[in-house]
């Protein structure tokens, strides 16, 4: 059983930054694809970024390219989101997610494991 663990959400104003990270543990596969999608109320849950096995490939959603970063520290395993200038319709709870496999897909069935995810408010 894999475990993932999501820190570093809050309030922040539109123009702000925000850095998530997510820590995995349990059971997991030799390679593995990490990633992040969020779902705001009433929307339907949204790919935002995912990275592979050892960082080389990354898959980032058009609503965040140029604004979000995703990356992976292959020592430490946590797989972090940057978010840089953020604005109100980035707010919703942010999920760090895991499939095995070395593909960074943005598809959500795709992904087996889930956090509880992690609140992200930015204010107008």
């Known amino acids: 059983q894999v475990q993932l663990e999501e820190y570093g959400g809050g309030l922040v104003q539109a123009g702000g930054s925000l850095r998530l990270s997510c820590v995995a543990s349990?059971?997991?596969?030799?390679?593995?694809?990490m990633g992040w999608f969020r779902q705001a109320p009433g929307e339907e849950r949204e790919f935002v970024a995912a990275?592979?096995?050892?960082?080389?490939?990354?898959a980032v959603a058009d609503s965040v390219k140029g604004r979000f970063t995703i990356s992976r520290d292959v020592v430490t395993d946590i797989v972090s989101l940057r978010m840089d200038t953020l604005k109100p319709e980035d707010t919703a709870i942010y999920y760090c997610?895991?499939?095995?496999?070395?593909?960074?897909?943005?598809?959500?069935?795709?992904?087996?494991?889930w956090g509880q995810g992690t609140q992200v408010t930015v204010s107008s």
């Open positions: 349990g059971r997991i596969a030799s390679s593995y694809t």
């Open positions: 990275i592979s096995w050892n960082g080389g490939r990354t």
């Open positions: 997610t895991a499939r095995e496999g070395d593909n960074p897909s943005d598809n959500a069935q795709m992904y087996r494991y």
